[in-house]
């Protein structure tokens, strides 16, 4: 009858342990499983080009601003966007013209460094789909004249034939990007970014060319391809959206 008591008491204490530790195990496998799957934050950051601001207080025939921002939604994927205005005025050998127009450029980066404790710089790869809306102005040229017989060949014609604006056109192309990032305080980026253009189609205007379009650059007839650069200022906001 003792051994039979003691057998009954010691099944009936191994069940209420059991059931006071099932809590605790459940607890501690909801707590591991929360953190072995972190969520990404999705972090903004926005900037402004420092290289065109400059060049227009130095440069009577340049007006120009470019804005950037990225947006970090999985750990080191960013997608990134460039939205750009210039106003241009160029002389070449024969030919005075004004290029005015807008640029938006979107894409992914892909940042390649791995950072140390604290630190949070960026060396990146990616990509942009571009596309420009502008007008080209032809203000004046000159006829190209090897025989110079005629009095006053070498003048400009400012009007007349060919001159004048033409508007309405689109500029579509593709850019690969290498970019750096370097937090030089608390929120606070300077980036450079270096990008290798490849024209895929543009609207050709009515007796002229598009030698210059924003965003692009220099176009050429033998050449499909341009590069280009920016040196942002950029700022990532104090807050976090997760995922």
Same mark, same amino acid.
């Given at each position: 009858?003792?051994?039979?008591?003691?057998?009954?008491?010691?099944?009936?204490?191994?069940?209420?342990?059991?059931?006071?530790?099932?809590?605790?195990?459940?607890?501690?496998? &909801?707590?591991?499983?929360?953190?072995?799957?972190?969520?990404?934050?999705?972090?903004?950051?926005?900037?402004?080009?420092?290289?065109?601001?400059?060049?227009?207080?130095?440069?009577?025939?340049?007006?120009?601003?470019?804005?950037?921002?990225? =947006?970090?939604?999985?750990?080191?994927?960013?997608?990134?966007?460039?939205?750009?205005?210039?106003?241009?005025?160029?002389?070449?050998?024969?030919?005075?013209? &004004? &290029?005015?127009?807008? /640029?938006?450029?979107?894409?992914?980066? =892909?940042?390649?460094?791995?950072?140390?404790?604290?630190?949070?710089?960026?060396?990146?790869?990616?990509?942009?789909?571009?596309?420009?809306?502008?007008?080209?102005?032809?203000?004046?040229?000159?006829?190209?004249?090897?025989?110079?017989?005629?009095?006053?060949?070498?003048?400009?014609?400012?009007?007349?034939?060919?001159?004048?604006?033409?508007?309405?056109?689109?500029?579509?192309?593709?850019?690969?990007?290498?970019?750096?990032?370097?937090?030089?305080?608390?929120?606070?980026?300077?980036?450079?970014?270096?990008?290798?253009?490849?024209?895929?189609?543009?609207?050709?205007?009515?007796?002229?060319?598009?030698? /210059?379009?924003?965003?692009?650059?220099?176009?050429?007839?033998?050449?499909?391809?341009?590069?280009?650069?920016?040196?942002?200022?950029?700022?990532?906001?104090?807050?976090?959206?997760?995922?």
């Amino acid at each position: 009858m003792h051994i039979w008591v003691f057998c009954i008491s010691l099944l009936w204490a191994s069940s209420l342990l059991g059931q006071e530790e099932a809590p605790k195990l459940l607890e501690e496998s &909801t707590q591991d499983s929360i953190v072995s799957t972190p969520k990404t934050p999705l972090t903004l950051r926005v900037g402004v080009d420092l290289y065109r601001p400059v060049r227009s207080r130095i440069d009577d025939a340049f007006q120009g601003i470019e804005w950037a921002g990225d =947006l970090l939604f999985r750990k080191n994927t960013f997608i990134a966007m460039e939205f750009g205005s210039i106003e241009v005025t160029k002389q070449t050998e024969q030919v005075n013209y &004004t &290029t005015l127009g807008n /640029y938006l450029k979107l894409g992914l980066e =892909l940042n390649m460094y791995e950072n140390w404790e604290g630190m949070n710089n960026h060396v990146t790869l990616g990509f942009r789909i571009a596309r420009s809306s502008f007008s080209q102005t032809l203000n004046s040229y000159t006829i190209l004249d090897r025989t110079p017989f005629w009095i006053g060949y070498d003048e400009p014609v400012q009007s007349g034939f060919s001159t004048g604006m033409r508007e309405n056109l689109n500029a579509f192309w593709v850019e690969a990007v290498l970019g750096f990032k370097v937090q030089l305080f608390k929120n606070i980026y300077l980036g450079l970014g270096l990008r290798l253009h490849r024209l895929v189609n543009d609207t050709i205007p009515d007796n002229f060319e598009n030698i /210059y379009i924003p965003g692009f650059n220099r176009k050429t007839d033998e050449n499909k391809f341009g590069a280009s650069f920016n040196y942002t200022l950029s700022y990532s906001l104090p807050f976090r959206f997760h995922r």
